[in-house]
């Protein structure tokens, strides 16, 4: 071992060899020796062992992109042969650096199948990887790429988001990425990459799915150096031009970050329906009430479960609100899809995407151009304890009751399903959803209204405060999707919620008071204990009960009147919902409770005036 | 001399700050007790996870419960010290005697009064409104295999059965083959680390199997592994939850040599052993 011969104690006196010191300078020396490790030794770590072992799988031995795995997958993994990077810091058509090769097998490519390595490998075999990569194409034989100057990020604020905006109409992004920037451009149905494979303009609202990052200074480096291998360009050459400058693609950078949540959605188990009082239930997908209203996040995978399976879902996430207002459950599903499918611009694309992803599943699809579809799907009945139907549209056992809403079908079905594509529509005596749909700007907006009870045997009667298990689907038909191959989620819960307990307001109060009674008792023990407890004398006594009976008198006069606006309400209520019975009984009630607290009131008062 | 001396001076000089401020602050029994149930509170809070980190573990939020459990074992430590000579009981007990019962006392008796009532108010209110959460769910995670199972139509004894890749033809070439399967099947969900972090893997919930988590595949015999992959989550019996698994149940996809050389790819990637019937056997 070299690293042992370094410290051969040659020069070391025997008596210090043999000396406790010895055992600790030999110690240093060791460690010293292990810091100076040339990086040959790293190095040795073997980068085609490492590919081969770990990255072949989807990249291929021969590093062509085209491994076992490369089919299930779009966009296709790299083909290093072509020497084409999309995460660089160098100008379009240059190579990438050491650093922006490690970046990206460090990070992973988000919204792609390639993950991160860092937790995965050692950095040496990173770094080994890195060089690895180079051997693929000669290119990397020539002198190594310099990096651009990014100069620096500009403040984001209003200001430049306003300007970022501007310049996405002026440089005309929204050819590809759309109005709203859901990748629904009028030149999204015609992208291939240069390899040849159909590519989707990016969702610019979902920005934890970019390629090469979704934050200002990634976005920012993206617009200057273009991704290359795909259609998306570079603007450094309009900069140069003196077209924009570059605070103005600082701003476009600022512009399309806003467009995204400020934070990666979070996923919850639980959606929850706010029970509305005073607004009426919204009928359209445009309600004002829906802006105030809590968006939950689903994501969505391919079905990959059963066959044929789906490995290239178009939706990957639907958002879902909901409120109720204790009769019927209105539930808006909200999804980006940049086609009101079947639309023929984007026929041929599909097509294109399925042939790409080339299944030998049993009965996959050859063709797209069929509609887009929504299931939420619900158990047909609670079961005990967590049983629940199979996630995937039921069982023979434990079937599921599902919502359909189809792009080419007004309104939507209820369908008890036992298994995937099982599907059977109910009667039509037995349907009861309602769903109205608009399209706008490469997102689907459904709205579902149901009664909370349909009174239908076969249907699932909702109740307040009661968790209901709750799953989606989602097909785009212009991304060839159909049948079973469209994408999926498992359980979430839908949780009603209910007008708030009488307990909240009454169970504080209680627990106020008692704790300051059993408060007064352990002081009041205290000080008789220790002596300082003096016992009142009888004019003190009086003075006290006096004191005693007006707060007294003074309560119940406050309670009676509490409860008189009680009544008023009730009476209202009574009245608003037509029952006139209820409401003049309540009325009279609400009277008699008013007059007696105010009796109360005023009785306490002449009474302590007078007995002063 | 003079140097070495100031130099032990610097090095005392914040042992010298902890007394004085404990001199002038922590005086009291009342006072030091207080203090150490707030130290307590901080470090069993905010400390436990930054424990298992040190031993190389993934640290995890800790239960409210273990959290409480730790406390009342630090309060009753504490009650035992003031309590255990009957002056420091009497001199810890002054503080309280006195806000309770001494006149010059009445703002602090006044406050409590005012702050304890309605912090037990406040709690009351929060514990009364209604709980909006999913249903506990519980999960066997290694439920009980079954002694055969019905593979592809025909019967298949689990019990000692092992691997008949590893008998016949070149680990190599059943490695090459694995692999091929895992990446064009098993990929979208456990991950090219194998790690069940693949990229449709946030999805779902249960999240898949992480296969180089020691507690999963390491544990396991490759016939209990043959039986997940070839009945996946509908195969499950009820205590698994199968309506929840995404595990399809591959005997639709896949043959038996199929699995099986799949099983050696994933114990060859990760470096994990199976469990073998003769280690159970001396187990038990």
């Known amino acids: 071992m070299p690293v042992l011969q370094n410290v051969s104690p040659n020069g070391l006196s025997k008596k210090l060899r043999s000396s406790p010191q010895c055992v600790v300078l030999v110690a240093l020396l060791l460690g010293v020796s292990l810091l100076a490790v040339p990086g040959d030794v790293i190095a040795q770590v073997d980068g085609q062992v490492v ?84 051997t693929f194409s000669r290119f990397f034989q020539g002198d190594p790429p310099t990096p651009l100057d990014f100069g620096r990020a500009t403040s984001g604020g209003a200001d430049a988001i306003a300007r ?11 050819r590809c990425h759309g109005e709203q920037g859901r990748g629904d451009g009028e030149s999204a149905p015609t992208l291939n990459d240069d390899t040849g494979f159909p590519i989707f303009a990016a969702d610019l609202t979902e920005n934890w799915r970019f390629n090469g990052g979704g934050e200002v200074g990634e976005i920012y480096r993206v617009l200057r150096t273009g991704l290359d291998g795909t259609p998306m360009p570079t603007f450094s050459d309009i900069v140069d031009a003196g077209v924009i400058t570059d605070e103005d693609l600082w701003s476009l950078a600022h512009y399309v970050r806003s467009l995204s949540p400020e934070d990666e959605p979070e996923v919850r188990e639980v959606v929850t329906a706010k029970l509305l009082t005073d607004t009426p239930l919204p009928q359209t997908v445009a309600d004002v009430v829906w802006e105030g209203t809590e968006r939950f996040y689903v994501p969505l995978s391919g079905q990959i479960v059963v066959q044929p399976r789906w490995f290239n879902p178009r939706v990957d996430a639907v958002w879902v609100q909901a409120v109720h207002d204790g009769r019927e459950l209105a539930l808006l599903v909200s999804w980006g899809d940049p ?38 799907q619900f158990p047909q009945e609670l079961y005990e304890g967590q049983e629940r139907p199979y996630f995937l549209q039921g069982d023979t056992r434990r079937p599921a009751y599902t919502w359909t809403w189809q792009s080419d079908i007004a309104g939507a079905f209820e369908s008890i399903a036992r298994g995937m594509g099982t599907a059977a529509r109910q009667p039509d005596s037995e349907q009861h959803v309602r769903a109205t749909a608009q399209h706008a700007d490469g997102e689907w907006k459904v709205l579902f209204v149901r ?51 009488v307990a909240v307001y009454v169970a504080p109060p209680v627990a106020l008071a008692l704790t300051l009674l059993f408060g007064l008792l352990v002081v009041r023990q205290a000080q008789m204990g220790s002596g300082m407890w003096r016992e009142p004398d009888a004019a003190a006594r009086a003075k006290r009960a006096a004191k005693r009976r007006q707060l007294a008198g003074m309560a119940v006069g406050v309670i009676w009147l509490g409860m008189a606006f009680g009544s008023y309400q009730n009476s209202r209520a009574g009245w608003e919902a037509g029952y006139a019975d209820l409401g003049f009984w309540w009325a009279i009630i609400g009277g008699l409770l008013a007059i007696a607290g105010l009796g109360a009131l005023i009785g306490t008062w002449i009474h302590t005036r007078t007995s002063k | 001399m003079g140097a070495l001396k100031s130099v032990f001076r610097l090095l005392g000089a914040p042992f010298r700050l902890i007394n004085s401020v404990m001199g002038r602050f922590l005086n009291t029994p009342f006072r030091q007790a207080t203090a150490v149930f707030l130290f307590a509170c901080g470090l069993i809070e905010v400390g436990i996870p930054f424990i298992p980190p040190l031993f190389g573990m993934p640290s995890a939020p800790v239960p409210n419960t273990v959290v409480l ?36 006392r009445r703002i602090a008796r006044g406050a409590l009064f005012v702050i304890v009532p309605a912090l037990v108010a406040a709690q009351t209110y929060f514990s009364a409104q209604p709980d909006i959460s999913a249903p506990p769910s519980f999960r066997a995670i290694h439920p009980a295999p079954p002694s055969a199972i019905t593979f592809q139509g025909e019967q298949m004894v689990l019990d000692g059965l ?10 190599e070439e059943h490695y090459e083959e694995g692999k091929r399967v895992y990446y064009q099947n098993c990929l979208a969900c456990h991950g090219d680390g194998l790690q069940g972090r693949g990229h449709y893997a946030q999805i779902f919930n249960p999240q898949p199997i992480n296969f180089q988590d020691v507690g999963t595949i ?25 309506w929840n698994s995404a595990m399809p149940a591959w005997e639709d996809f896949l043959t038996a040599d199929e699995i099986w050389s799949v099983i050696i790819f994933l114990y060859e990637q990760t470096g994990h052993d199976p469990r073998t019937w003769e280690v159970e056997g001396e187990e038990h």
């Open chain 1, 51 to 134: 590919y081969n072992q770990w990255c072949a799988g989807c990249h291929g031995e021969d590093g062509a992109g085209a491994g076992p795995a490369a089919n299930t997958m779009l966009p296709r993994p790299r083909d290093f042969t072509l020497a084409l990077y999309q995460v660089r810091t160098t100008s379009s058509g240059e190579l990438p650096t050491d650093a922006d090769m490690l970046k990206v097998i460090n990070e992973g490519m988000p919204g792609t199948a390639m993950p991160g390595w860092e937790g995965v490998l050692t950095e040496a075999e990173r770094l080994a990887l890195v060089d690895y990569l180079k």
């Open chain 1, 164 to 174: 970022g905006e501007e310049v996405y109409q002026m440089v005309e992004c929204w």
């Open chain 1, 339 to 376: 086609s009101e499918s079947p639309d023929t611009l984007w026929t041929d694309f599909g097509g294109q995407v399925v042939t790409t992803m080339g299944s030998e599943d049993e009965g996959a699809a050859t063709g797209s151009g069929t509609a887009d579809q929504l299931v939420v």
């Open chain 1, 451 to 501: 009664p909370l009870d349909t009174e239908g045997a076969e249907d699932l009667a909702l109740t307040a405060g009661q968790a209901v298990p709750m799953a989606f689907q989602a097909w785009d038909g212009d991304n060839g999707e159909s049948g079973s191959q469209g994408a999926v989620s498992t359980w979430y819960f839908l949780v009603l919620g209910q007008p708030t307990p």
């Open chain 2, 69 to 104: 459990e730790y406390l009342v074992i630090a309060l009753v430590g504490i009650l035992l010290w003031v309590s255990d000579n009957e002056e420091r009981w009497s001199e810890f007990k002054q503080p309280i005697h006195d806000v309770l019962v001494r006149p010059d």
């Open chain 2, 162 to 171: 092992e691997n008949p890749l590893r008998s016949t033809g070149l680990l």
């Open chain 2, 218 to 242: 390491a544990m396991l015999t490759e016939s209990f592994v043959f039986w997940r992959i070839a009945k996946g989550g509908p195969g499950l019996p009820n205590e698994g939850t199968p």
